[in-house]
């Protein structure tokens, strides 16, 4: 069973920025696409960031929201990909989760349900 691991998340000051990880337990997963959701409380689930890679080039794909502060990186040797918050605002206080998407698709899902494999979440708090 793969299963990915969020971790650095935490408090942080509105202006700040935060590096969130997600490790994936298994070398063997190859997936197209990886992504980062989050959900705040009382409020659905939201595309943050994805990345995919093919024919050897990587593409970047953001929500609107996170346009211009956020964004996403993988370490191939660590089987880990990274999201970059910068400029944070307290609107992006949520939980957050990495996700995994094993088909290959034109462009990345921003639903969630286009996903295989989901971490357990991480939560970032940014206070005002």
């Known amino acids: 069973q793969v299963q990915l691991v969020e971790s650095g998340g935490g408090l942080v000051q509105a202006g700040g920025s935060l590096r969130l990880s997600c490790a994936a337990s298994?070398?063997?997963?190859?997936?197209?696409?990886m992504a980062w959701f989050r959900q705040a409380p009382g409020k659905e689930r939201e595309f943050v960031i994805a990345?995919?890679?093919?024919?050897?080039?990587?593409?970047?794909y953001y929500g609107d929201s996170v346009k211009g502060r956020f964004t996403i990186t993988r370490d191939n040797t660590k089987n880990t990909v990274y999201l970059q918050m910068n400029s944070l605002k307290p609107e992006d206080t949520a939980v957050y989760y990495c996700?995994?998407?094993?088909?290959?698709?034109?462009?990345?899902?921003?639903?969630?349900?286009?996903?295989?494999?989901w971490g357990q979440g991480t939560q970032v708090t940014v206070s005002s």
């Open positions: 996700a995994a998407d094993l088909k290959f698709r034109v462009v990345p899902g921003t639903t969630g349900a286009e996903y295989d494999y």
């Open positions: 298994e070398r063997t997963i190859s997936p197209y696409a």
């Open positions: 990345m995919k890679w093919s024919g050897g080039s990587t593409y970047k």
